[in-house]
């Protein structure tokens, strides 16, 4: 019989009489028929689903880096000498070696030269319009007494806060259980291979589903970064431990999506799921009665789902996607919500308020910022509206057989936009949507859309959040002088979503009467172009329109004083101190190797790109961090000169030595010399445990502070130095 000797080792003996035949056409799943009677098994029936590989993208821009475009004339923050004016790198002559140092401008036209070694210290100013940028003046009280009414402020806040929320931190929870054999064969039907980060955040999602508290997540993930997918498996734990779980989002084109994937998604697994949207009208009173009966597992809809009359069996799981884009009284229903069930909030750009609460540390985040491989960045044109752009934008995406977004603000412009269309780009289908049609007419138009009978949608900002037609990879926004800064990034979000070349194209009227906030806005867009720039839209979007209420008039005042960076920083502490925490002092250690330490001009010559290169060192947390950091810099810029490897030794150094509370790291010759800070109390068992088992080298200075000895055998401090450091703290 043919293929039972290559089949009968995945499915077993095969029964006599039975007919088999393999075909080498791919099929992915099968299908039974009845008469004559055949069973036809496809390759993911016999095997399972393979995964599609999607590679591994280096990460891009998150919290930690969002201040990393730092550019000659930019305000910044020093921690102890306040606000400057970056001018650049200059390289100066020092006990005679050569360094790199910032130059940094301040009132009075005094300069301030920061070793490049510290410049984890200077952060990107962001608070307040430049007009209004005060420099500080270096030298006396002015900064420091500008912290301290800010900390002081912080603190009360903080306490404020800490006792708003800490009914929230108390509160009992469901505890979900651990995964089932439903939920790890659910992940493992993912058709694509997870992203670094989705892994991370369904990781730490399932660990605040599991605890006894009510869980209030933020995932935070560029456009397209698979938010949706990590949202599910959380609804599919939910789901798996008899519990329902509500999906709200803001529009209904996104509910209709959602929906749609979902089910898609769930195939093959016992869980109901609804909508509740103006689409469902007609289902409203039936849908409405089985969520109260229980017989809904996954509801998805609208603000719909907050409505009085709608009520949960027992709902256990609460997913909000795009929080900002709701009103005041539905966000305070969904405040009443999360007082017993667990949140996950989703956002790719998340509000000013939203970014507060999760630096702070009083609301948890996770945070996807690894692309998928298959993610091409938009080309994105900044550029005054005509006839000719819109007929090439579009005739050159028909020709390719590509679909076009054509965006307005206003309904009353459809009608000219159509026209337009019409006029330039004469063969083209072209369809309108709005939020003012009907539920039926709407469903035909983008139903329509979608099976590709249109060559064009002019539309209006519907699209904006969550819709996904990978044909569509040019959008021509109309007057986007006139939109926020986080809704252009959204809609340049909707294309580019295949693995082939898209454009966004930005239009404005007119020349020269473009306001100035508008302008930067544009600017912002055509700058961050790159994949995984949304956390630096948010940031973006605080310094154009300012601090505003983020935490009241108060707060906004202080965090234009003491910019962004610094506020976040005072606020930390200030929380932990609310909480009844430990606030470690933070100890500026000097690391002096007396050799060469930077980057020199043969190696990199652009100064933006030395700039990203001295913080990624400056990020530098122990020996794993330094080989990774020094791998990266060789794949981009070749084998790392002796003064960059210097620079590393340098950062590996000063990671231990201020862990340990030490403040200064000196080499002099055939030594070693390392003096502790006034505000650390050094871990005497530690010392002593390391001085014996250093002894041959190591010798201890009865001063206060601490001061140590250690003796080399070469001209460089070695691997035994560093375990001794490193043994320190």
Partial sequence: MEGRGIIAPVLGEVP??????????????????????????GANDIFGRVKKKIGKRRKTSQAEDIFSDLKPGDYVVHEVHGKGRYIGLKTMEAGGNITEY???????????????AQIDRVEKYIGSEESDVQLSRLGGKEWENAKARVRESALKLA???????????????????????????????????????????VEEIKKD?????????LLLGDVGYGKTEVAMRAAMKAVMDGKQV?????????????????????????VNIEGLTRFSKAKHKSIIEDVRRGKVDIIIGTHRLLSGDVEYNDLGLLIVDEEQRFGVNHKEKIKVIKKSVDVLTLSATPIPRTLEMSLTGIRDMSTIDTPPAMRVQPYSYVMRYSDGLLRDAIMREIQRGGQVYFVCRQIRDMDKLMSDVAKNVPGARVAAAHGQMGEAEMERVVSGFIDGQYDVLVCTTIIESGIDIPAVNTIVVYEADKFGLSQLYQLKGRVGRADQSSYAYFTYMGEGIVNETAAKRLEAIREFTQLGSGFKIAMRDLQIRGAGNLMGAEQSGHMATVGYSMYVKLMN?????????????EIETAVELNVPAFIPNTYIANQTDKMDIYRLISRIKGLADAKAASAEIADRYGKLPREVNNLVLAAVIKHYASAAGIASVIKKPGRVELKYSEKAQPNVNK???MAERFSDRVILKNKTPMEIVYQLDSDMPTKGFLEFVAGLK
């Avoid at 006599?16 to 055949?38: C, N, Q, T």
Wanted: glycine content about 6%; aromatic content about 12%.
């Fill in 102 to 116: 910032m130059e940094l401008e301040y009132r009075g036209g005094d300069k301030l030269y920061i070793p490049t």
């Fill in 246 to 270: 509500a999906v709200l989002v803001p529009t209904t084109l996104l509910a209709r999506q959602h929906l749609q994937t979902f089910r898609e998604r769930f195939t093959g697994f016992p």
């Fill in 687 to 689: 010392v002593l445990k």
């Fill in 573 to 585: 502490e200030a929380v932990k101190i609310a909480r009844g925490k430990a606030v470690k002092p």
């Fill in 209 to 217: 589903m599991e605890a006894p508290r009510a869980m209030d997540r």
């Fill in 16 to 41: 006599d009489g039975a007919k088999l035949a393999i075909s080498r056409e791919h099929l992915s799943y099968g299908f039974e028929m009845g008469a004559p009677r055949a069973v036809v098994l």
């Fill in 159 to 201: 306490f404020d806060l800490v006792e708003l929320y800490s009914a929230r931190f108390d509160s009992k929870g469901h505890a979900f259980a651990p995964d089932t054999v439903w939920q790890r064969q659910f992940e493992e039907n993912f058709e694509y291979e997870e992203t670094e980060g989705q892994l991370q955040s």
